[in-house]
């Protein structure tokens, strides 16, 4: 069995839930605009994956570093670093991890356990070498290094084989046609609520949701780019001063005039679609940079 079929193996465990269900409720319950901020809601992008190259990086470094003994005091100060950041990192992969699927979540355990071993074989490594025991310092500062490319390796699993932080909407997108779709007359479209429309892809449909208000027309994939829920079952409300398309899954928020995420866990925007009028009905077809 490969690698990644046995981390497929491992994703398949049931028996994880009820042993990880209370971390997850826990992080959960942090405030709404907490959680946004360690999403990356603000940024318009994932921010666990920007915050674990620092200890990443740090500890790399550090192990190269201290295989020169001239340069083994500069490795110290990388691995304090590393230990540092470790923390903000850890608790942006929690805030995600727990809004993903259950496979997701049961890879993801198993990340932050390798994850949480690593840290403490560095900060073992801190006391050892300010003890003046370099020797043990070194060897806890390697086998943590060893761990966390473990880890490190399932954390792309789940980025790139499990989609967790990809934006689904993206792919949804790409399979659309670029020609103009109609979506039928202005008139049928109901006022303020989002409504279900297809456009035409290489293989199938598209779901689209519609969104009009009065004259305007707002058209967004229907896969809501967190973990594909349909929008057009969702609502419009105002959320942060911004009238927002919220999904029915996750609660994410984004602005109807520019698909920016306003409220998490989605921080990838909704991919929104060009609109124009012509004889009373609407039409829409794929942003410029998808054609």
């Given at each position: 069995m490969s690698l990644m079929g046995f981390l497929d193996r491992i994703a398949d465990v049931s028996a994880f839930d009820k042993a990880i269900e209370p971390a997850r409720r826990a992080v959960q319950g942090l405030p709404s605009g907490v959680k946004d901020a360690l999403h990356g809601t603000w940024l318009g992008?994932?921010?666990?994956?920007?915050?674990?190259?620092?200890?990443?990086?740090?500890?790399?470094?550090?192990?190269?570093?201290?295989?020169?003994?001239?340069?083994?005091?500069?490795?110290?100060?990388?691995?304090?670093?590393?230990?540092?950041?470790?923390?903000?990192?850890?608790?942006?992969?929690?805030?995600?991890?727990?809004?993903?699927?259950?496979?997701?979540?049961?890879?993801?355990?198993?990340?932050?356990?390798?994850?949480?071993?690593?840290?403490?074989?560095?900060?073992?490594?801190?006391?050892?070498?300010?003890?003046?025991?370099?020797?043990?310092?070194?060897?806890?500062?390697?086998?943590?290094?060893?761990i966390a490319g473990g880890s490190a390796a399932i954390g792309g699993h789940m980025s790139y084989a499990q989609s967790s932080g990809a934006s689904?909407?993206?792919t949804a997108v790409r399979a659309l046609s670029s020609d103009w779709i109609d979506l039928g007359p202005l008139d049928d479209l109901p006022e303020g609520r989002p409504t279900l429309r297809t456009g035409k892809g290489s293989s199938m449909a598209v779901p689209l949701a519609v969104v009009r208000r009065g004259a305007r027309v707002d058209v967004f994939v229907g896969a809501c780019s967190h973990l594909s829920g349909?929008?057009?079952?969702?609502?419009?409300?105002?959320?942060?001063?911004?009238?927002?398309?919220?999904?029915?899954?996750?609660?994410?928020?984004?602005?109807?005039?520019?698909?920016?995420?306003?409220?998490?866990?989605?921080?990838?925007?909704?991919?929104?679609?060009?609109?124009?009028?012509?004889?009373?009905r609407v039409k829409a077809r794929v942003p410029s940079r998808h054609r």
């Open positions: 992008h994932a921010l666990h994956p920007v915050l674990v190259q620092v200890p990443v990086g740090s500890w790399v470094s550090a192990g190269l570093l201290d295989a020169v003994p001239p340069l083994r005091p500069a490795a110290t100060v990388l691995i304090g670093t590393g230990v540092a950041a470790a923390v903000p990192a850890a608790l942006s992969g929690a805030a995600d991890w727990s809004e993903q699927g259950a496979g997701v979540r049961r890879l993801g355990a198993v990340h932050a356990v390798m994850n949480s071993a690593a840290l403490g074989l560095y900060v073992g490594s801190l006391v050892a070498r300010a003890k003046g025991r370099g020797t043990l310092g070194r060897v806890l500062a390697y086998s943590g290094l060893g689904h909407a993206a349909p929008l057009d079952e969702g609502v419009v409300e105002t959320v942060r001063g911004s009238e927002c398309l919220v999904c029915p899954w996750h609660g994410s928020a984004f602005d109807l005039g520019s698909g920016q995420p306003r409220r998490g866990p989605a921080a990838n925007p909704q991919e929104k679609l060009e609109v124009r009028m012509e004889a009373g």
